[in-house]
């Protein structure tokens, strides 16, 4: 019988870049500095390293195919490593791999590295998909960008619970106020400027109901985590140890697409969650949950999410939101180091720089941002459109805690 | 008897003021204000010859059994591709048989589409065939301040052809064939190259029309003043006159050229105005239509008393009263791609249109052929080879067509990311009535109209045209119902 990876796996160190428009750095600088952050917070001997997984979305226009691009920049001496791809929930896939890794008793010592160069490209936003839809999906589907296929949810979502659109927007514009609130406290996000409301309300169109700050930062960079077993990580002479409680992924089947949704949730994220706190053995995640880093790609996605985690009730994001129980001083603080939308979004790196944060807070290393005696930590991915995508949710906490 | 079993018409909704020509380009060309009346059509952006003809023939086969269709014919001088059989897109659409039809282009001329009319007479008149839809559709570009660009619109006519329910019997028609070069186009080249006015208009159309139509009345025995409708093109308003007075048809009878409405469509304009008469008319009138380019094609039709009760589809009456101004002479001349404008680095993406997925899934890309569980019933669309509803997992599917239902929105944006021609681009979620849901791109609209709940009805339209290989992909597209 599966027992879930519930305390089975500690991160003995984690690194993370700087997230932003990094002009200078190429994706193999940015590898370096994310590792030799987490090798010098590991404290162990690069040898160590028995395998690595490795996360990268858009590798056409950025890092390349396959695994060699981290086993080269890093100089890894001939181990495995297995490239991972999963859209926005790549980084979280890597981790997992990892994870699995050491929790399979296979080996001791294992990397999860998530890189993404999206600066390259020479326009704003994420790149273009059509050439990686397939080749039957470029014969119809519409030619959706990530922030139409995510603002298609707010006309829903208004239609579903009969909030008008204005309160929505209202709550959206909030979501992009505190986050980037969080992010003047973190020297390492994209965007650090705090922002009024009435530039979020005013900013320029995107993507109906979408305006420019209800969109994430899209950036470069880099996070990693060195991952080994609680005895192991004891043994080399850690003593407060943050641990892995939930790893859970779900997928789109179609339905969403072809059968029956009402769009105003994600499938895959309620379902994800779901288990998730089963496997952590957490029954109430309103109370339970101290701080959460979710896939903020849009600010509607946010908003929709607290629902799908079962923290918000269904149809009170919004009141949740705008009462400001998600902000940095609410009961369940959401985005507390900026989240996508002002740390930044280097896609294969944001589920790792997630748990990165979240180490931090449980370890009380978060300097200015630090949140009290934070217990357990959320972190959530949605990679793909809200008509099909991929969940990935982790949980972290002290270990035995 | 033989004749014409049902009818439909397409004008697309835009519609350009010929003052707004004038007021942007009557410096450059004063002359043009010599025309300036009424509007002309002009086809959306993602439209062109054959998803006009698609319209036109959908709305001619409603009700009409599309798997009795033994032959396909579209008329156009504007068809998208030069060798890949462009009438073929069309039966696709219609998701019409394949075997033991033969399906033809008709083109290279501004009569082609009573050539193809007549060709279709013909061939039911041999046995040969049963059932034949014609098709005629012209999008045609003209450069900025000309005459033809005064004059041309854009438009489809569809006729079906058969023996039974004959609402229009065919008289027997009468041709001409000459080559007169009133204008031409090369091969490869984007424009008409036009000779003089007034040799066109006295030479052309002033003795051309009236010398077939008087070898038609011959041939038949048949006095003009047998005829309740004389339909013939002539975009010269005056000479459209002159031509009635040469021929001895009363002026009250002879339909007028659509200058006003819609413009001249082309290969379609003969077919446009039938269809237009025939919405009009009463069983027992006699109708006469010619196409004029490079000769002079005449047909007679005499109206039956099944005419009374056909229910007439949108038609070109229906079209023509659906219609939408468009002030903005840079969009049309942009829609058209006569002025450059820029898409950005995200609109260079280019990949080329893989024909081996294009032939596996012609049904659903062409037709918006879904499937129906056989075990369930759920009608889903793409088709795959699992039903799509939970714990079912039927693998044994019949064929379910999307394209003649209607549904509703359930989700939208418009996004002014996505490169488009005419941002922001607008699509979202569609739950059809009866089953299946799928997210289509949305045109014909305008965001600030649409509402969750909105119904929907399908469109084929042109989805990408890749300039680099030249090939033009099509799909269906969702039309919100604006007025209701």
Known sequence: MASGIRDKVAILGMGCTRFGERWNEGPEDLMVEAFDEALADAGIERSLIQAAWFGSCFDDVNVGKSALPLSLSLRLPNIAVTRVENFCASGTEAFRGAVYAVASGAYDVVLALGAEKLKDIGYGGLPE??????????????????????????????????????????????????????GTKNPKAHLRKAVSDDQVMNAPMIAYPLGLFDCCGVSDGAACAIVTTPEIAKSLGKKDLVTVKALQLALSNGTELAYDWDGAHFVTTTKASTEAYKEAGVTDPRQEISMMEVHDCFSITELITMEDLHISKRGQGPKDILDGFYDADGQVPCQIDGGLKCFGHPIGASGIRMVYEMYLQLLGRAGERQLKDPRLGLTHNLGGLPIMNVCSIAILGKYCA | MIGITSYGG?????????????????????????????????ANWDEDAVSMAVAAAWDCMTGQDRQRLDAVYLASTTLPFADRLNAGILAAALNAPEEGVVNADFGSCQKAGTTAAITALEALASGQKQSILVAASDQRRAKLATMQEMFIGDGAAALLMG??????????????????????????????????????????????????????????????????????????SGTHKAIAKTIG?????????????????????????????????????????????????????EATDKLAAFKGPRGIKGSLSQRVEMPNYQKFAKFRDLITADLGIRGEANPNTSLTALWRRKKMILALAGCKCRKCGTAQFPPLPVCVKPECLGKEFDEYEFADKQGSILMF??????????PPAVYGMVAFDGGGRTMLDFTDCNLNQITVGMKVKMSFRRRYADQMRGFTGYFWKAVPQIEG
Not at chain 2, 258 to 269: M, S, Y
């Open chain 2, 163 to 236: 023996k039974e329910d004959v609402i229009a019997s065919y008289l027997g028609s009468h041709s001409i064939n000459c080559d007169f070069i009133d204008h031409y186009k090369g091969c490869g080249h984007a424009y008409d190259y036009n000779w003089e006015e007034r040799w066109v208009r006295d030479e052309g159309y002033g003795k051309i029309i009236p010398q077939a139509i008087a070898g038609f009345l011959k041939k038949t025995g048949l006095s003009i003043k047998d005829f309740a409708r004389v339909i013939y093109p002539c975009y010269f």
């Open chain 2, 10 to 42: 397409y004008i697309p909704r835009l519609r350009l003021s010929r003052m707004v020509i004038i007021q942007n380009m009557a410096w450059y060309f004063p002359v043009i204000m010599a025309v300036s009346q009424g509007e002309k059509s002009v």
């Open chain 2, 413 to 422: 944006t418009g996004d002014l990311l996505s490169p488009s021609v005419d």
């Open chain 2, 249 to 301: 048809a009363d002026p009250a009878v002879v339909h007028g050229n659509l200058h006003e409405v819609c413009g001249d469509t082309g290969t379609a304009h003969s077919l446009v105005m039938l269809v237009s008469a025939l919405e009009d008319a009463q069983p027992g009138d006699k109708l006469l239509v010619a196409g004029f380019g490079q000769g002079c094609d005449v047909l007679g039709f």
């Open chain 1, 129 to 182: 998909f059509s050439s990686a839809m397939g080749t039957l999906n470029y014969l119809w589907f519409p030619n959706v960008t990530a922030p139409g296929s995510f603002a298609m949810l707010a006309s829903s979502y208004s239609a579903r619970y009969n909030i008008p659109m204005d309160e929505i927007k209202r709550a959206m514009t909030h979501i992009s106020v505190k986050s980037h609130a969080n």
